[in-house]
Nanobody, 119 residues
Framework: QVQLVESGGGLVQAGGSLRLSCAAS????????MGWYRQTPGKQRELVAR???????NYADSVKGRFTASRDIAKNTVSLQMNSLKPEDTAVYYC?????????????WGQGTQVTVSS
């Protein structure tokens, strides 16, 4: 089993910054991707940033130029630096990890951390 623990959420004014971190622990196989999703009430969970080994990081259009995702392979952590935050960035942010063993893939999610941006 894999556990993902997020930290760094909170309340910030528009234009401010926050940094989210996620640490993975447990029996971790080959990690194929890590990243961040977010969800607001009544809406589907949406991609924020996704890091796939050997490829450029994918970002949602709404966060390009403001958010930066990074991964520490040795520590099994992934971070999300969020700058120039907007009220519409308010959501619960979830850390995501996909691992692989042979031809099978396993998806894991963190418990979520609330980010609230006030106007």
């Amino acid at each position: 089993q894999v556990q993902l623990v997020e930290s760094g959420g909170g309340l910030v004014q528009a234009g401010g910054s926050l940094r989210l971190s996620c640490a993975a622990s447990g029996t971790i196989l080959t990690i194929t991707r890590m990243g961040w999703y977010r969800q607001t009430p009544g809406k589907q969970r949406e991609l924020v940033a996704r890091i796939i080994s050997g490829t450029p990081t994918n970002y949602a259009d709404s966060v390009k130029g403001r958010f930066t995702a990074s991964r520490d392979i040795a520590k099994n952590t992934v971070s999300l630096q969020m700058n120039s935050l907007k009220p519409e960035d308010t959501a619960v942010y979830y850390c995501y990890l996909q691992s692989a063993r042979g031809s099978r893939f396993y998806d894991y999610w963190g418990q979520g951390t609330q980010v609230t941006v006030s106007s």
